[in-house]
């Protein structure tokens, strides 16, 4: 069992910069791929950014070099650095831990942070 807990939000200007934390409760960290999703008011949930581990990272399109997500299994933790952020980023972000497990998908959420940008 992991619990998340989602961090580092808040309300910036356009271009302005975030980082989002997501702290991890629970064992065996390193065998999870870390995803951020977010999820705007009215719209489905979208991938962000994701790190399988080994440096195995990909992003969505809109991030288009922007973001940057890292991990730190030692402390469990995992970020999402956001520059040159725009109002069209504006949405609750929420981490997510992930692992298969047979033909199933072990998956935990965080409770999410808002990102909002505004001028």
């Known amino acids: 069992q992991v619990q998340l807990e989602d961090s580092g939000g808040g309300s910036v200007q356009p271009g302005g910069s975030l980082r989002l934390s997501c702290a991890a409760y629970?064992?065996?960290?390193?065998?999870?791929?870390v995803m951020w999703y977010r999820q705007a008011p009215g719209k489905g949930r979208e991938l962000v950014a994701k790190?399988?581990?080994?440096?195995?990272?990909t992003y969505g399109d809109f991030v288009k070099g922007r973001f940057t997500i890292t991990r730190d299994d030692a402390n469990h933790m995992a970020y999402l650095q956001m520059n040159n952020l725009e109002p069209e980023d504006t949405a609750v972000y929420l981490c997510s831990l992930e692992r298969p497990n047979g033909n199933d998908v072990v998956r935990y959420w965080g409770q999410g942070t808002q990102v909002t940008v505004r001028s």
């Open positions: 629970g064992s065996a960290f390193r065998v999870y791929t």
């Open positions: 790190d399988a581990g080994y440096n195995r990272r």
